[in-house]
């Protein structure tokens, strides 16, 4: 329930950040929940890998390099889903730390 819960509030970030953040667009609530869930299964995946291989630079960069890998990841959310786009390289960086903050702070709460 706990993860439900989760992957609600963070599909609200999502679409929250495609109404106010010009350059992202989301079809609609359900759309942004299944992005949520789809960036949430990769992350754990992919992002896991990336984040172990990248060890000495996310060290060097005092865990900025885990924004890249972030909006990397969100990137190849947005390829997967014809209702969801981002424009631009600035765009993904921005919503990719709004997202990663968000996603830290539900894990904390749930």
């Known amino acids: 329930m706990d993860l439900l819960l989760h992957?609600?509030?963070?599909g609200a970030v999502i679409f929250m950040l495609a109404e106010t953040m010009p350059g992202?667009?989301?079809d609609g609530?359900?759309?942004a929940f299944l992005v949520a869930v789809v960036y949430g299964l990769i992350n754990v995946t992919l992002g896991?890998?990336?984040?172990i291989?990248?060890?000495?630079?996310?060290?060097?960069?005092i865990g900025f390099f885990l924004f890249?890998?972030?909006a990397f990841l969100l990137w190849i959310t947005d390829?997967?889903?014809?209702?969801?786009e981002i424009r631009d390289a600035g765009t993904t960086f921005i919503?990719?730390?709004?997202?990663?903050?968000?996603?830290?702070?539900?894990g904390w709460i749930f």
Do not use: C, H, Q, W
Not at 7 to 10: E, R, S, V, Y
């Open 7 to 10: 992957f609600l509030l963070l």
């Open 24 to 26: 992202m667009r989301v």
């Open 29 to 31: 609530f359900g759309t």
């Open 48 to 51: 896991t890998v990336l984040k």
């Open 53 to 61: 291989f990248s060890i000495p630079f996310i060290v060097i960069s």
């Open 68 to 70: 890249i890998i972030n």
């Open 79 to 84: 390829e997967l889903f014809e209702g969801f």
């Open 95 to 106: 919503a990719a730390v709004i997202i990663t903050l968000s996603d830290t702070a539900l």
